[in-house]
């Protein structure tokens, strides 16, 4: 809102350094620092409403170190981070750009998933929450959601690279690629790394590509929900998933940067994708609330942000990916939530397998998710997060580097 405000003021009256709105950067860089802010100040505050309101932590007894001093803390602190991020985006992103639409749309879409959950574990006592059915319902719906707005909205476009070309006159000139429809998306580590989701149904003639969408979108549903579910499942010790996120998230932002400017994606020979720049907004704002979050979050926890968090994390990690065209990137980026996710299948499929074959179940791991396997074998939690987080950065360093690996 002051983008517009400020935009006005320049326009009729010069007010000196309005002009600063119109800069990505300095709007940035100004949601970072109101979400940090936000969290920190007045994330203290929403954590002595819970409190106050007795919204405390179900624990369940797993025969874990710490695990019974932790029951009573305050949960659904996911709404510090959403309110957090939230405020700064409406106050400085451009709220006409489709891609911060559609991620308040997310934000907001799981927002109120992971909170029907959290509700009924608190205040109806029942330690399943939500049913599965009607998260994965919820998921699938976002994913629709996203997945038919990138491929049919007019605004959703790429722009080809500029091209030389030879004239009559045995001259060179460059012409400025134009803006296209495309379901291009980046292949990492391979040349001419650019896949198109029509050649999935090209087998079916000529014209076939206008039905990409039958390929596309689906793929979009299985994303949201495989990453916003990952991101729950890491969501089991204290600054776990929030510092994982904000690692993730920064290096989205990262590409966000690159692929929203002209000159910088094409010096790197990347897509351009319009209008994808003011994502650097929102993302600013989320590593801010992400960063704030943790300074209650990190051990020990005096809040834990609840399904109402991870949750939300999840889904917007995974839009953002997929408007930026690096959603085959998530198992990369995102192999904390992927290693936690697999962990929890093998966990499953093996014990029901052997139970099935043996007559008793059988486990690859001492416990599932990934991380209270270590908390078995007497690691400290702190030491664990620590570690996850080290093993986050190589993963996203790997990822950046992927500019330029072909």
Known sequence: ???????????????????????TTFRAGMAILFSLIIATVYGKRIILFL??????????????????????TPTMGGLIIILAMLIPVLLFAKLNNIYI?????????????????????VFKKDKEGLKGRFKVLGQVGLGLIVGVTLYFHPDVTMREHTKSIITEQYTVEEVRGQDLKSTMTTVPFFKNNELDYSTFISWAGPGAEKFAYLIFIPIIILIVSGVSNGANLTDGIDGLAGGISAIIVFTLGIFALVSGNIFLSEYLDVMYISGSGELLVFITAFVGALV???????????????????????????????????????????????A???????????????????????????????????????????????????????????????????
């Open 51 to 72: 409190q106050k309101k007795q919204i405390g932590e179900t624990v369940r007894d797993l025969g874990l170190d710490g695990q019974k001093q932790k029951a009573g």
């Open 292 to 338: 704030g979050f943790l300074w209650y979050n990190a051990f020990p926890a005096q809040v834990f942000m609840g399904d109402t968090g991870s949750l939300t994390i999840g889904g917007i990690i995974a839009v953002i990916a997929i408007i930026l065209r690096k959603e085959l990137l998530i198992p990369v980026l995102c192999g904390i939530f992927f």
């Open 340 to 406: 936690e996710s697999i962990s929890v299948m093998l966990q499953v499929g093996y014990f029901k397998f052997t139970k099935k074959k043996y007559g008793e179940g059988r486990r690859i791991f001492l416990m599932a998710p990934l991380h209270h396997h270590y908390q078995k074998k007497g690691y400290h939690e702190s030491k664990i997060v620590t570690r996850f987080w080290i093993v986050g950065i190589m993963l996203a360093i790997i990822t950046v580097v992927t500019l330029k690996i072909r």
């Open 1 to 23: 809102m002051l983008y517009y405000l400020f935009e006005y003021l320049e326009k009729q009256y010069q007010v000196p350094g309005a002009s600063l709105f119109q800069y």
């Open 101 to 121: 639409l559609l991620l308040i749309v997310t934000t907001l879409w799981m927002g109120v998933i992971g909170f029907l959950d959290d509700y009924i574990k």
